[in-house]
């Protein structure tokens, strides 16, 4: 069994039932921490409705936080919703966030351990990582 992420008749991908229900869950639980909705409607028939207006918003502060965030476990938290939700972004047409810029560290969360500040995420890691990700979501 599986369900469908699409915009209209475009599916965007085609997980496994237990696969899309943690990505949808997981996309409610992360959705407090940027203040916005996930852009992803209930499942209906096996089948959840993209509004792609909210959803790339919803990625872009996402990225955003992740970016912005010196604190490795909150990034590693957040990065595999993440680049799971930029590639359906991508094949939606969709512009995706900035995967590789700086970005101000966030004033929340920080991380402070016996080598003093936590560092930012690598740049080029996302990047990496939505590419191997794309290889594996079947649409």
Do not use: K
Request: hydrophobic content about 40%; some cysteine.
């Amino acid at each position: 069994m599986s369900q469908y992420f699409q915009v209209g008749p475009q599916v965007l991908w085609n997980p496994s039932n237990n696969v899309a229900e943690l990505f949808v869950r997981t996309g409610d639980a992360l959705s407090p921490l940027v203040g916005l909705p996930t852009g992803v409607g209930p499942n209906v028939n096996d089948d959840y409705e993209i509004d792609l207006d909210a959803f790339g918003a919803f990625v872009s502060a996402l990225a955003d936080r992740y970016r912005s965030s010196t604190h490795l476990i909150l990034r590693s938290l957040i990065e595999g919703h993440l680049v799971t939700a930029i590639v359906m972004l991508g094949r939606a047409g969709r512009a995706v966030p900035d995967l590789d810029g700086a970005a101000a560290p966030h004033p929340r969360d920080v991380s402070v351990g016996p080598d003093g500040f936590g560092r930012q995420a690598e740049p080029g890691r996302l990047r990496a990582l939505v590419a191997e990700h794309a290889r594996s979501m079947p649409c």
